[in-house]
């Protein structure tokens, strides 16, 4: 066996350098932050604050989207419309809509000029606010309500048909079917869906920046941010760094324990069928789906109506922004890939989930604390705020690898398992396995993956924050800046042109793996 | 000569032990009820398998540990091609991995395709050819490479009997042209008689010496009575 095992050593070599690489921009780069925060003195109040402010926000978004799903997703499986495919496509979404244009899009529905506000106002009322608590939590439920929707329609998807056609034969009403089918589904899916948005939620920064801050409405990510920003106060930062991935990993290592459902899951495109229920439930679920989509189309339509008119007269710093945008997601793409192959690769040879628990760190790392940590790096070597760019590109590669190996990782067990012994009798190894089998099989959870890491870069507005002047801008941050200046008609446009450059540069991706590919 | 020396294996609560060696050019069918380890045994001379103590030896030596280092052609259950390639590059790949061939070399795959009746077939990938079609692809492969071990691990599984029969008649005439030696792991005693001159039984647990076909036949031992089902 020594010369198999000798001949696997590329595999080898190239997973334990990923596996390096991401082990330093986590615990690395958590060590640096630990090192530094040393000196730092004790929390003051403010800080008690942030941290109990981000565990509430947190925890209130998880079940006020997984409870508005519930219904939602008990909806979408039991009826057949059509159109039920394309909203369901549309549900997953807002996983690649950035943050900052949802945002925006949620101003023009709910905040003092938004529709909702106008109306209360016509009406005689007082308009809302969301600002603070309230919006932060409206935010993330625009967000996650799509992803605990679909979880949770998965779930019932589980439910195989004979147990409805069985129900049926035994005369079981709704509320037999509930107690008997359903419940128990719910009791195996929910803790799952709560944890992960629970997770995502402690971790987002942007809607913090754009609808939180002050001292009642400003989290943990936040206030790294400004202690870093505003006071330049590095221990300061590092000590709350700390404190966010503490908070993460222990919720992560929670979620492991939980079974979490896989987010991205297809063949949710059948309902299932049911012979349960009159009028009053029909009304019910259409009642249901109807607001679960005017809720999350309406915010983009305010983006597209507001938007248009601009798009012509984009100033240039929005333009050049874009440009840099477009770059910093390509190059994200590439690290994504060259991190997760390989360690795709080294997790699938030696059937190892650690390898691919190393991998998925960074789900409980927080953007802002490896840019903290990055920061305190580079500080002593090189200007950090150049590095803007670079930095943030890596960062948001790290950030889209869990989601990569997700996709990669079954795909190249399941080539591995049905092609390796004809490959292995073939003699293909190395760089003739991965071009002649690897690649092509490959190319289409490839493509989606590069089109997700590049999504997903394109409209990150997270370490960019920290590290970026004036003239090094992404188009987010530059949006960002429109927003707080109160150019928003500019902003509309803006943010309509970084949504296009989202869609387009996911779908391109997507398209080019699904091209000429073979089943 | 093929011989497996004190092979033991254990899988789990599985084992299989074999101590035969089978003659230079024999053709051999592998016979016995599912389950017993037919195919284990074709996947461990094949190298796909660790052994837990024994040695398989070819010409005397011992076997390379890597499977394509070995004297050895093997046809799968399934997944004999590469789906996403052409019925000519997975031909190909018999002879390089990297298919960077030279002009002389395809034309070796060209024929290999002709002699198996595809020719002008080359170009299409496996899910536009039939499932015969796809079974002489492989023996395409086969045959380019030339290996004198030649293993069948119930190829011809998902195709009719006509289909069948004729893939067995194809499989006898390359091996009498190429000389080699034939381990046929089949469910059918059919093409056993068909083409085998030796037969070996594998049941509970091991894979016995082999026997001349029709001396089996006539007196069938009581495992293989079973199987046969009389």
Known sequence: MAERILKLNRTNVLGALALTGVLGLTLGTLIAVALRADGAGAFGPADWAAIRFTLWQAALSAVISVILAIPVARALARRSFPGRGFLITLLGAPFILPVIVAVLGLLAVFGRNGIVSQTLIWAGLEPISIYGLHGVVIAHVFFNLPLATRLILQGWLTIPAERFRLAASLGFGPDDIQRVLERPMLRGVL????????????????????????????????????????????????????????????????????????????????????????????????????????????????????????LVRLPHPVLWAAGRSILVA?????????????????????????????????????????????????????????????????????????????????????????????????????????????????????????????????????????????????????????????????????????????????????????????? | MLTLEDLHIVMDDFTLDADLSVETGACVAVLGPSGAGKSTLLMAIAGFLPLTSGRILWGGAPMPDTPAKRPISMVFQDNNLFPHMTAFDN???????????????????????????LTGLGDRKPGQLSGGQAARVALARVLLRNRPLLLLDEPFGALGPALRTEMVALVKDLVTETGATLLMVSHEPEDAREIADQVILVAEGTAHAPVPTAKIFADPPAALREYLGK
């Open chain 1, 191 to 310: 803790p799952g869906a709560l944890l992960v948005i629970f997770l995502i939620c402690l971790t987002s920064f942007a809607v913090a920046l754009a609808l939180g801050g002050g001292p009642r409405a400003t989290t943990v990510e936040l206030a790294i941010y400004q202690a870093f920003r505003f006071d330049f106060d590095l221990g300061k930062a590092a000590l709350l760094a700390l404190v966010q991935f503490a908070m993460g990993a222990t919720a992560a290592l929670i979620a492991l324990r939980v079974a979490v459902p896989g987010g991205i899951g297809t063949g949710l495109d059948r309902a299932v069928r049911r012979w349960d229920g009159g009028i009053a439930l029909v009304l019910q679920d259409v009642l249901c789906i109807g607001f679960a989509t005017l809720f999350l189309v309406l915010p983009l339509t305010m983006i597209l109506l507001d938007g248009a008119p601009g």
């Open chain 2, 91 to 117: 031909v190909a790949l018999g002879l390089r991995p990297s298919l960077r061939l030279t002009g002389p070399e395809r034309g070796q795959v060209e024929n290999a395709l002709a002699r198996v009746g």
């Open chain 1, 330 to 519: 390509l190059a994200s793409v590439i690290l994504t890939l060259s991190l997760a192959l390989p360690i795709a690769a080294l997790a699938v040879r030696h059937r190892s989930r650690l390898v691919e628990g190393i991998g998925t760190l960074t789900i409980a790392a927080s953007p802002l604390v490896i840019g903290t940590g990055l920061f305190i790096v580079i500080f002593p070597l090189a200007d950090p705020f150049a590095l803007a760019l670079p930095v943030t590109a890596l960062v948001n590669a790290a950030m889209a690898l869990p989601f990569a190996l997700r996709v990669i990782v079954p795909v190249l067990a399941g080539i591995e398992t049905d092609y390796g012994p004809l490959a292995d009798q073939m003699g293909l190894t190395g760089t003739a396995r991965f071009r002649h089998l690897w690649l092509p099989r490959l190319r289409r959870p490839l493509g989606f993956t590069a089109g997700l890491a590049g999504a997903l870069s394109m409209g990150d507005l997270g370490v960019i924050a920290m590290f970026a002047d004036p003239e090094r801008a992404t188009l987010p941050l530059q949006l960002y800046r429109l927003m707080g200046a109160y150019r928003m008609e500019d902003a509309a446009a803006a943010a309509l042109l970084l949504l296009m450059l989202s869609l387009l540069m996911f779908w391109a991706f997507d398209k080019g793996g699904r091209v000429d590919a073979d089943a």
